[in-house]
């Protein structure tokens, strides 16, 4: 018998390809794993919350793993489990579950903030996106409310991805100003690969005055994603919260 755990951590995306093992790149499931199977002296594989791309950061991150040793002494484990991960990876809390919760599944919605630094930061290059370009924020506002109206967000999706559907449920989208930084949280039941950074990148557009309000609606209906902007780099996104059902929730509180 094993005993499922869940386990809350953060880490800074500069130094991997996303979350997801794949071949001949570093991930930070692969990182997640090693540790773990060290420290356990057991072979342990991880499933994450959901995925995040090369270069994306998660300053709140939830996996679950199962474990032949159910008597882990879940207090000291995050400082143990610790000393065995890179400085750029971080476990906050590890606690027991029951064997049908799902990190990835149970998942209601997940919550994603781009960082954009209006002045030059030396601090700040990796984990913002410098752009010094005036923006009309209003404007951008109004376009992103337009997000509430539809559901299929195919062109701000990556193209020839494995999805069934390219519909999502947005219950968020909006930018705020802190200091020199400007922020762009977004609220979702799930998201497209490159979606968040496509919707900045076009948002953006609409910012320079070079894309309407208008137009931004024409994109999104024209689901294509050739005529919706650039995607923005991958240094300013970072995934910052995941919400689950109730009985789920507690174990965070």
Not at 19 to 39: G, H, I
Not at 40 to 53: F, I
Not at 109 to 118: A, E, G, L, N, Q
Not at 124 to 147: C, G
């Amino acid at each position: 018998m094993t005993q499922r755990f869940f386990l809350q951590l953060s880490y800074k995306g500069t130094n991997y390809h996303g979350w997801q093992v794949q071949p001949n790149a570093l991930s930070v499931q692969e990182v997640m794993e090693k540790a773990l199977s060290t420290l356990l002296r057991e072979n342990v594989s991880v499933v994450g919350a959901g995925r995040t791309d090369t270069g994306v950061h998660a300053s709140f991150f939830v996996l679950h793993f199962d474990a032949a040793n159910s008597k882990i002494d879940v207090q000291n484990f995050p400082y143990k489990l610790n000393r065995f991960l890179p400085k750029d990876v971080a476990v906050q809390r590890v606690w027991r579950v029951k064997k049908d919760v799902h990190a990835r599944f149970d998942a209601l919605s997940r919550t994603y903030k781009y960082y954009i630094s209006t002045t030059k930061d030396p601090f700040a290059t990796e984990t913002t996106y410098h752009f010094s370009p005036k923006l009309d924020v209003l404007k951008m506002n109004k376009a992103a409310k337009l997000l509430f109206d539809y559901t299929d967000f195919t062109s701000f999706s990556r193209l020839h991805t494995d999805v069934k559907t390219n519909n999502c449920k947005i219950y968020q989208a909006g930018w705020t100003s802190e200091g020199t930084q400007l922020v762009f949280t977004i609220k979702a039941d799930r998201f497209l690969r490159n979606m968040v950074r496509a919707i900045v990148g076009t948002l953006l557009e609409v910012g320079k005055g070079k894309l309407s309000v208008d137009g931004f609606k024409n994109v999104i209906e024209a689901e294509d994603r050739g005529i919706a902007g650039a995607s923005a780099p991958a240094e300013g996104l970072f995934l910052v919260g995941i919400d689950y059902p109730e009985e789920i929730q507690r174990y965070f509180e």
